[in-house]
């Protein structure tokens, strides 16, 4: 009898653990599973979340974006406004500590008009998404005093990491003021690039890392036109890692711009090519340096009442 109570015992724990560990649905219909922390204060209105946040395609199992080993996401929770067949859902559900799983279909996404199908999201396929709550805040400056210290976290990892890859390649370098590495094989001759010049470059750009694979180039094999591109430099029409490490050269010069994340297409990348916090590299030629032509005069009315300046 004692061994028949025993059983019982064990099999109702093993029944309530599974449950506990199964995924549930959201009124939207996102299955969902939450893993509880130590904290029992679940997350209420009026809140800003810090959270750790990764999606990845389930047929490739690649990752999609990801914030883990990065700079968070803070967002400020309206309890109006949670959002449907995302994991803002049911988020009050969750407490500093907690952690989700969730999966979204991508036939669903794309009848809720979220995405299109295309070469990455196709019929039949799910993203599967996984977070973890950080922390909650109840002020907004205590969020920005926050961001501000991931941040420079972030920077400092980006740094160190651009400095690690030109040493693996035994690249003879130079620091710009915010942190972006150039490697001058040819200085050129005659006016550097400077504020209010323009640059005309060849270029090939890849990633920064052990792959290396390009991704964009108007010089090589790759590049079917071999045109250079222009840029001005002071008018931010480039990142800013391009900016700065362009002032190095003068015109024939050939060298390497090696690029932080932050001082490139950050946090947001260009998808779909260029992933989030992606630190990137670029062989540069130096065409030409001269002084930019002056702005086109401005469109008559431009800036007057009525005009197309307001």
């Not at 790759?222 to 931010?236: E, L, S, W, Y």
């Amino acid at each position: 009898m004692k061994m028949i109570k025993s059983t019982l015992s064990l099999l109702a724990a093993v029944i309530i653990f599974a449950s506990c560990n199964q995924f549930q649905k959201s009124p939207s219909g996102m299955p969902y599973k939450i893993t509880k922390g130590n904290s029992k204060e679940l997350l209420k209105h009026g809140q800003f979340v810090k959270l750790n946040i990764e999606y990845k395609l389930k047929s490739k199992d690649t990752v999609l974006n990801t914030s883990y080993g990065h700079i968070p996401m803070y967002f400020y929770l309206d309890s109006a406004r949670l959002g449907k067949y995302t994991f803002t859902e049911v988020i009050t559900k969750c407490a500093p500590g907690d952690k989700m799983e969730f999966s979204l279909s991508i036939d669903s996404l794309k009848k809720m008009g979220m995405i299109e199908f295309n070469e990455v999201f196709k019929t039949g396929d799910f993203i599967n998404g996984k977070l973890e709550v950080i922390a909650a805040f109840a002020k907004e400056d205590l969020v920005k005093a926050d961001y501000e210290k991931e941040v420079e976290k972030e920077k400092g990892t980006e740094i160190a990491a651009v400095k690690k890859y030109a040493e693996s390649k035994n690249m003879k370098t130079v620091s710009t003021k915010s942190g972006a590495l150039v490697e001058i094989t040819n200085p050129g001759v005659g006016q550097k690039a400077d504020s209010g010049y323009q640059v005309s470059v060849m270029y090939r750009g890849y990633f920064a890392d052990k792959d290396g694979k390009e991704f964009d180039a108007n010089m090589g094999k790759a590049a079917p036109d071999n045109k250079p591109i222009d840029v001005v430099i002071g008018q931010h029409g480039v990142i800013p890692g391009w900016e700065e490490g362009l002032t190095f050269f003068a015109k024939g010069g050939k060298g390497r711009i090696v690029v932080p994340s932050f001082l490139g297409y950050g946090p947001q990348g260009r998808p779909p090519v260029i992933a989030p916090f992606a630190n990137l590299c670029f062989d540069v030629e130096i065409v030409d340096v001269k002084l930019a032509p002056p702005p086109p005069p401005p469109a008559p009315g431009a800036g007057m009442p009525g005009g197309p300046g307001q």
